[in-house]
């Protein structure tokens, strides 16, 4: 029972449970987050009962990503002349983010009890979001939302996206096995709310994966029929919604844009955190640290130019991790997320692969893997992939051919 608290605790903990009126300062938010995340360790590191090493799990791969993790300061201090301690203090939070999927493994809660706080948090949010949007200007919870009406209504804050669409893919899952309407309920709510968040990447990619989901296993009849009803709602029912339309025409403006300059801004952040912005051979294979912005002259230096070029480490999620922690970091982060998508699932898990393809995917174009509110997402998300309950011990997944 304990360490079904603490990863709850953990779990809300990134977003400061919430932070009514904003009362946590970040740095508050931060401690709590690293306190419980170190107590987390402790247990976990001093359990006897569980071993990490028989747990199935890419041990090479985790163990090269989190030792990358714990070089970044010194790379930072080597190359930056930014200090060690600033150094260390800046990369705490990913760092313990990341740990989240030891503790998880070793604590082998059950995989139906982490589904069930899942649903419980992504609940919560809701209220969340809707208070948030009802007191526009301000905020009940968390930071005020900027004013930005590009996307037809003010974008705001919903706490756990890529868990939502977990849940999403989930539900399709239990969907398909228990044919059971309840669940058409639940894809339709999840559904709504990853659309009010506006953030297109995420709309339209876990969209098309909820598509090819629901269709694997149609007739063949069932999926003309679909892709006619498909159809129908893009040209005909999509149109006449003001999100819809208000997000399109912002695409087509930033379409417009980038045909007016020599390239698309993110195209050129890949680029420029690929290779353009890196001091040497060496911090491309074991990245730069991260950068603290207001204590050390690098970090300020790097706000600037990010400020100036319009280049976001976290628009480009992968390259911004490379640049940050370097190839080796990268490729063993990759390898991670390629061995859970290969490991060999029970048919009532066939949604995680789905879910990891979203991360992947998404991560291309913005921060899931450097954010660490999201990285303890997506921690939770790649432990149900090894969580032994219903599972069958395998490196293979017989559906790879399939999705």
Known sequence: ????????????????????????????????????????????????????????????????????LLLSPMMAWLFHGQSITVSVMVSLAITFAYSWFYILVKFRIP????????????????????LNALAFPDAVFGEAPEEDLTRGIIRIILPFIITFVLLLFYSINRWQLTHKPIWIVVISVIGLMIILSVIRQIILVSGLLAIWFVFRKLSLA?????????????????PQIPIYEAMMELSEKQ?????????????????????EYHDSPMTMLLGNGMPSTGNSAWGDKFDYDSETSRYFAADVGWAGFFYHFGLIATIALASLLWSAF???????????????????????????????????????????VYATDNETDSTYNTELQQL
């Open 111 to 130: 995989s139906d009890r982490v589904i069930k706080f899942l649903f419980a948090a992504c609940a919560m949010a809701i209220p969340v979001y809707a």
């Open 342 to 384: 290969r490991r060999k699932k029970s048919p009532d898990r066939q949604y995680l692969n789905y879910w990891l393809v979203f991360i992947a995917v998404t991560g291309v174009a913005s921060g899931p893997i450097l954010y660490f509110y999201q990285i303890v997402e997506l921690m939770t998300g790649l432990y149900l």
């Open 1 to 68: 029972m304990i360490y079904y608290a603490i990863f709850i605790a953990g779990f809300l903990a990134t977003l400061g449970f919430f932070n009514y009126h904003n009362m946590l300062p970040e740095s508050i938010v931060k401690a709590i987050f690293y306190l419980i995340t170190a107590g987390g360790l402790l247990l976990a590191a001093t359990d006897r009962s569980t071993s990490f090493r028989q747990s199935g799990v890419p041990r090479l791969s985790y163990t090269v990503l989190m030792c990358m």
């Open 255 to 275: 379409f417009e844009s980038n045909e007016t300059e020599e390239e698309d801004v993110r195209i050129g952040a890949w680029r420029y955190y690929a290779y």
């Open 222 to 238: 069932k999926k003309l029929l679909g892709v006619g009803i498909i159809l129908a709602a893009v040209f005909l029912v999509l």
